[in-house]
């Protein structure tokens, strides 16, 4: 199910949309200002290790640079 918010925050109108990618995913969204995306997503185990004294958390962080002309 496509949900999407708007927020207006001074002159910028920011929008958050969900469902449209990462389907697989536990949660995704694309948040968008102006030319400017942000697209976060995270995934969960459905079950509990034993044992584990802590969360592991990993980042993926990919910055692209794209020219016109």
């Known amino acids: 199910m496509n949900k999407e918010f708007v927020a207006h925050i001074g002159d910028d109108v920011i929008l958050f949309n969900t469902g449209i990618l990462a389907k697989q995913a536990d949660g995704a969204v ?3 200002c ?3 995306i942000v697209f976060a997503s995270a995934v ?3 079950k509990v290790v034993e ?3 802590f969360f ?5 962080y990919r910055e ?3 020219s016109a002309g």
């Open 56 to 60: 592991p958390l990993t980042v993926d």
């Open 64 to 66: 692209k640079h794209y």
């Open 51 to 53: 044992g584990q004294d």
């Open 30 to 32: 694309a948040v968008s």
């Open 34 to 36: 102006g030319e400017t």
């Open 44 to 46: 969960a185990s459905k």
